[in-house]
C-alpha cells in the first residue's frame, strides 16, 4: 500500500480548523469530539491516499510556489 501525497495546509486553512475545534469543544461532549476527530483523520487520510475520489476545488486554480 502506498504511503500517500503529503497534505499541504494553508495558514487560513489550519485557522478555520482552530476556530471549528474551539466552537465543538465548547458545544459538543467529549465522545462527539472524538468521533468528529476520527472521522476528520479518516478523511485525511483518504485525501493523501486517494485524492482523485474527491471532486477537484474550481475556487483555486493554482497552487503558491512554495506547494509546488
Known amino acids: 500500500m ?3 501525497y503529503k497534505i499541504l495546509w494553508t495558514d487560513h ?3 478555520e480548523l482552530k476556530e471549528t ?3 465543538l469543544e465548547t458545544n459538543w461532549t ?3 469530539l472524538r468521533k468528529f476527530t476520527a472521522k476528520l483523520d479518516h478523511t485525511i ?3 493523501s491516499k486517494m485524492p ?3 471532486l477537484e476545488s474550481i475556487e483555486i486554480k493554482e497552487y ?5
Open 13 to 15: 486553512a489550519i485557522s
Open 21 to 23: 475545534i474551539e466552537y
Open 45 to 47: 487520510e483518504l485525501i
Open 2 to 4: 502506498k504511503s500517500g
Open 52 to 54: 482523485e475520489i474527491f
Open 30 to 32: 467529549e465522545k462527539e
Open 64 to 68: 503558491p510556489k512554495s506547494c509546488r
